[in-house]
């Protein structure tokens, strides 16, 4: 079991930045691959970025160039760094991680934080 909690959600003007961070616990050895996806009202879940246990990184097409996906090994942790904010990001971000083990991958989520772009 992978248990995710987020945190740095919140209201911010267009234009603006804010930095998101999932903490990750339990068995955290067997994470391969970690990754923030967003929701907003009324559309589907989709990727924003996504990172593996090696570093490499992959971006939603709208997101490069704005926002840094990172990761803190000896934290635990993942960042997504969201720059030049639009309307249209504001979405529930939740963190995801993939597990491996024993041929068996398994998905977790976090509960996820709002953010909100709004003048």
């Known amino acids: 079991q992978v248990q995710l909690v987020e945190s740095g959600g919140g209201l911010v003007q267009p234009g603006g930045s804010l930095r998101l961070s999932c903490e990750a616990s339990g068995s955290i050895l067997r994470i391969n691959t970690m990754g923030w996806y967003r929701q907003a009202p009324g559309k589907e879940r989709e990727l924003v970025a996504s990172?593996?246990?090696?570093?490499?990184?992959n971006y939603a097409d709208s997101m490069k160039g704005r926002f840094t996906i990172s990761r803190d090994g000896a934290k635990n942790t993942i960042y997504l760094q969201m720059n030049s904010l639009k309307p249209e990001d504001t979405a529930v971000y939740y963190c995801q991680a993939t597990t491996y083990s024993a041929g068996v991958y398994r998905n977790y989520w976090g509960l996820g934080t709002q953010v909100t772009v709004s003048s």
């Open positions: 990172i593996t246990s090696s570093g490499g990184t």
